[in-house]
């Protein structure tokens, strides 16, 4: 049986591994936990309660008896209301700070968390609603421990709120609609660290491959054109991505757009603008990314990474979409990593269950290249290629709207655009040749 590989911190110095995934957030916050607490406060109330009533009976009991004579049984009502004051206070003091978390753990920035929507290797991501604005967002909630300051000493800590800035810094400046949009970010008063995001309406690749099987080699296109060109604009900004994959592409009606595709979780940007001092702040001889989507020169622990290497990526990609399969599978991820390095991509044709148009599969080859001279040396050298295959009934939006009205029903249909569909076609079929064009400028 083949493991499908998770993302992982891969240390070449050494050759071990260390699974991201168990990188926790906010464990104190949990439903379960919550629960716990409750039950623990409710414990100590009913015992306080208990006592309290006991004294009140042996004092009742000593003044009825002794009038006001102290004794004995009097000391012990004393004793015991005092026990029941104590844990009375406590329940409340407990009572108090459980309500204080609650109320901290839902509120961050300007965002009131809502609804948990998914768990991943670096934290959770929960659904998020402004509360001026009522605004709906995604919020990504990052335990420091994920973000390099696992052993919690201050200078780690440092290190990793320099880090985590830096990082939401880099995607805030990218300004193309195929990039998520970031809203907010900062630091919780429990020291965790969170992402405000554009709350989208979709899948990510990777869900929709496993829902409805190999995709159309026309949307394909479609697709990786508009994934090619969010990376475009942080590749000119000086960024590399470093784990494109599958999971942070996301396919989306986006207001009267159909297939609309957002790049994911530039958490692993590197912005090669910075000097080498700058770089320090990442985690010292350590790679991070998913190894089913890993370059060569990644795997091997080479330090100048650049654009090339998101380009195989999105190669991996392609053949994931095409195919429905990982390029290399092993039953290890060290297994995984070598055939990356050493192996020959398969052929497409094995797999794809159509007939592929002319010069779609040397083009997706050409991106898996082990040498990064021998791939596309840009994005727009991709998007170029791409859209010079001539394929027979090309994908537009009125073909992918049918799609998603025919398959995912919950997403209401926009009856209003009615007899301007043609139109909207147009425009977006000639935003498509202008983009050709463009690129066969360059």
Known sequence: ??????????????????????????????????????????????????????????????????????????????????????????SVRNLYLLVSTIRGSANMGSYTLERLLGKGGMGEVWSAKHRLLARPAAVKLIKAQAMGAGSGSSADVGTARVRFAREAQAIARLSSPHTVQLFDFGIADSGDFYYVMELLNGFTMEQMVERYGQVDPARVIYLIVQAAESLAEAHQAGLVHRDVKPANIFVCR??????????????????????????????????????????????????????RADIYSLGCVAFWLLTGKNLFEGDTVMEVLVRHVNAKPPSLREYVEVELPAGLEEAVLRTLAKDPDERPQTMDELIHELLSVKVAAPWNFARARRWWEAHVPEVPSVSAIGADSAVRDRAVNDAVAQAAAVSSEK
């Open 1 to 90: 049986m083949t493991q499908n590989p998770r993302e992982v911190h891969f240390i070449p110095t050494h050759g071990t591994v260390t699974d991201a995934v168990n990188a926790e957030v906010r464990d104190d916050i949990r439903p379960e936990m919550m629960v716990r607490r409750g039950q623990r406060i409710g414990r100590l109330a009913i015992a306080g309660m208990f006592f309290w009533v006991t004294s009140l009976v042996l004092a009742l009991v000593t003044l009825n008896l002794h009038g006001l004579v102290l004794n004995w049984t009097h000391s012990l009502a004393i004793a015991t209301g005092t026990v029941a004051l104590v844990l009375v206070g406590v």
């Open 254 to 307: 986006y207001g009267m757009r159909y297939d609309f595709v957002k790049v994911l979780d530039f958490g692993l940007v590197k912005d090669r603008t910075r000097d080498v001092t700058a770089q320090t702040v990442t985690t010292d001889g350590t790679i991070t990314g998913t190894p089913a989507y890993m370059a060569p020169e990644v795997a091997l622990g080479k330090i100048n990474i650049d654009a």
